[in-house]
């Protein structure tokens, strides 16, 4: 008996270790169970003190007085599927007649201490139908992505989301984003991270880094194309029209609509086109955008409407062409001039990091979500690297990615800097590099938590 006790007490004592010094350990050992066999025992009764029961059917209560039995209990939505995963649980629910998706929403705060849960969301997947997703930990506080993400050609993973699922950039699903943040947000980190994801890929990088190149061009072994002051970033993008303009003649002459062709042959942007003369996708890192609106005398004034004419012209228009844009800065507001908010209209995937300002969070969500305004603003200080990401949609998700440093991000590049393709309408804005491509060098150990 004594080393029973013994035995539970060294299995309680390495538990409430694992909690506290690794909690995803401490779930994918001890905790998934108990949540488990927690959420199976006080569902009924959790979903009848949250409000989500409805009265017994009419003729159940019918043939309970006939058969002189107990009046039957409300029903709560059926469970179709309660499955583990390695930050928490997915529960999906059948709801009953007369039950709304948004009365599941609005119960997720009440679910979470119901359940004794970090986090619960939820999303209609089909009408009746709804997936709630349960976190057993703060998974935000040390970013682990997964080993195994769906990678496909221009989607990156680049964040992990607060219900532990992954945070995609889809470029075929959202064409265009902006990205704001303060300074030491973690708004670096996040474009690294997407530049990282895009290295391996096949695809031509594009930047433009008014900071003189300093986020940007440690990376130039990997970028088809940089510019780092405002009069080059003007010539720079009055060549990427003229490629749009281009790509367009090619995919008209490949169309040949005739009554033969079958519809899914009709050519409408690059990615109909066959593999053989599909031009490559072109991705525009833009770093703080506010210094290509800014100007100080005439000359300044027609070289910043060049320059926003040619971004609203390629946020129009691009996406058929294979030409994205990322918008990035930390400061976005119709204080910049004519032509900003027309190219905000045309930024579908907005991500908000700490913002300075209210108005700020304003141009990213408020024709969006107005909970995803005060979210944006209520991220602190301390916590750099987390961020709102959402969609024109109006869904949005806490994100945070994972901490990469300039070093591991540089090494990175330099191993994929024979995939950088060759763009000769970007041919004069290769960057010049001197020297043989540099040894890798270690980084340093990253910090737990994403900077």
């Known amino acids: 008996m004594t080393g029973i006790v013994v035995a539970l007490a060294l299995v309680a004592a390495v538990a409430a270790l694992l909690r506290w010094r690794r909690p ?140 532990g699922a992954v945070h995609y950039r889809d470029y075929r699903a959202i064409p265009h984003a902006l990205t704001l943040g303060a300074t030491e947000s973690g708004k670096s980190v996040y474009q690294r991270n997407l530049v990282a994801g895009l290295a391996p890929m096949d695809v031509a990088l594009v930047g433009i880094d008014c900071k003189q190149g300093v986020e940007l061009f440690p990376l130039a072994r990997r970028f088809s194309a940089l510019a780092d002051s405002p009069d080059a970033a003007a010539e720079l993008l009055d060549a990427l029209v003229g490629r749009m303009e281009d790509v367009y003649q090619l995919i008209r002459a490949e169309q040949k609509i005739t009554a033969a062709v079958p519809d899914a042959e009709i050519a409408a942007d690059i990615w109909d086109l066959p593999e053989h003369l599909r031009p490559v996708p072109v991705v525009v890192l833009v770093d703080e955008v506010a210094e290509l609106a800014l100007y100080a005398n005439k000359e300044q004034e027609k070289r910043r409407d060049r320059i926003v004419t040619a971004l609203v012209r390629l946020a129009q228009l691009g996406r ?99 995939q950088t393709p060759d763009v000769p309408e970007l041919a004069p804005f290769r960057p010049v590099l001197s020297g043989p491509v540099a040894a890798p060098v270690p980084s340093s150990k990253p910090s737990p938590a994403a900077v």
């Open 24 to 163: 995803a350990w401490y779930w994918l050992t001890f905790g998934v169970t108990l949540a488990m066999v927690r959420v199976l025992v006080r569902y009924r009764s959790v979903m009848d003190a949250c409000g989500l029961t409805v009265p017994p059917a009419r003729w159940r209560l019918a043939l309970a007085r006939v058969a002189n039995r107990p009046i039957p209990e409300p029903r709560s939505p059926r469970i179709c599927r309660l499955r583990p995963t390695r930050t928490g649980l997915v529960l999906r629910l059948k709801l009953r007649p007369g039950q709304d998706a948004f009365d599941i929403a609005a119960a997720s705060d009440r679910l979470r201490h119901s359940f004794s849960m970090y986090g619960v969301t939820s999303r209609e997947l089909r009408s009746g139908v709804v997936e709630v997703r349960m976190t057993g930990y703060d998974v935000l506080k040390r970013v682990q992505m997964p080993t195994e993400t769906d990678t496909r050609p221009m989607r990156v993973p680049v964040a992990l989301r607060e219900d």
């Open 320 to 418: 058929a062409a294979g030409i994205y844009l990322e918008i990035c800065g930390q400061r976005f507001g119709s204080e910049l001039g004519k032509g900003i908010t027309m190219l905000r209209a045309q930024l579908t995937g907005r991500t908000a990091h700490r913002v300075n300002d209210e108005t700020s969070a304003n141009m990213a969500f408020g024709d969006i979500s107005p909970d995803a305004v005060l979210a944006a603003i209520q991220i602190p200080a301390e916590t750099r690297g987390i961020a709102i990401a959402g969609d024109s949609s109006g869904g949005w998700h806490r994100i945070r990615a994972p901490h990469t440093s300039l070093r591991q991000a540089v090494n990175l590049c330099n191993r994929h800097a024979d």
